[in-house]
């Protein structure tokens, strides 16, 4: 089983910068593959970005693609998503989430294990 806490999250302005962290327990972190998802308020959870379980492959959504860069650092047990020129749109709770598996990034459904979830607010 894994524990996830997000850390990092903030009220910052349209077009600055923010970088959240997720530390996990447990001695087999590597072993998940990751992914941060968020939910604004009024709309669904949604797919923001993942990274396979050795960190070589990261996955995103269209609407981050180019801004936000999401990484691990196995011995830390700690994923981190750095998240540049930010949007009123990017405003949301931010969550991290692991599953086990080798395959499949974007779908919430696969992931078995969450985090509390970490408010980001970007104002004009």
């Known amino acids: 089983q894994v524990q996830l806490v997000e850390s990092g999250g903030g009220l910052v302005q349209a077009g600055d910068s923010l970088r959240l962290s997720c530390a996990a327990s447990g001695r087999t972190f590597s072993s998940y593959t990751m992914g941060w998802f968020r939910q604004a308020p009024g709309k669904e959870r949604e797919f923001v970005a993942a990274i396979s379980r050795s960190g070589v492959s990261t996955f995103y959504a269209d609407s981050v693609k180019g801004r936000f860069t999401i990484s691990r650092d196995n011995a830390k047990n700690t994923v981190y998503l750095q998240m540049n020129s930010l949007k009123l749109e990017d405003t949301a709770i931010y969550y991290c989430?692991?599953?086990?598996?080798?395959?499949?990034?974007?779908?919430?459904?696969?992931?078995?294990?969450w985090g509390q979830g970490t408010q980001v607010t970007v104002s004009s």
């Open positions: 989430a692991a599953h086990p598996r080798s395959t499949g990034y974007s779908e919430s459904r696969l992931y078995d294990y």
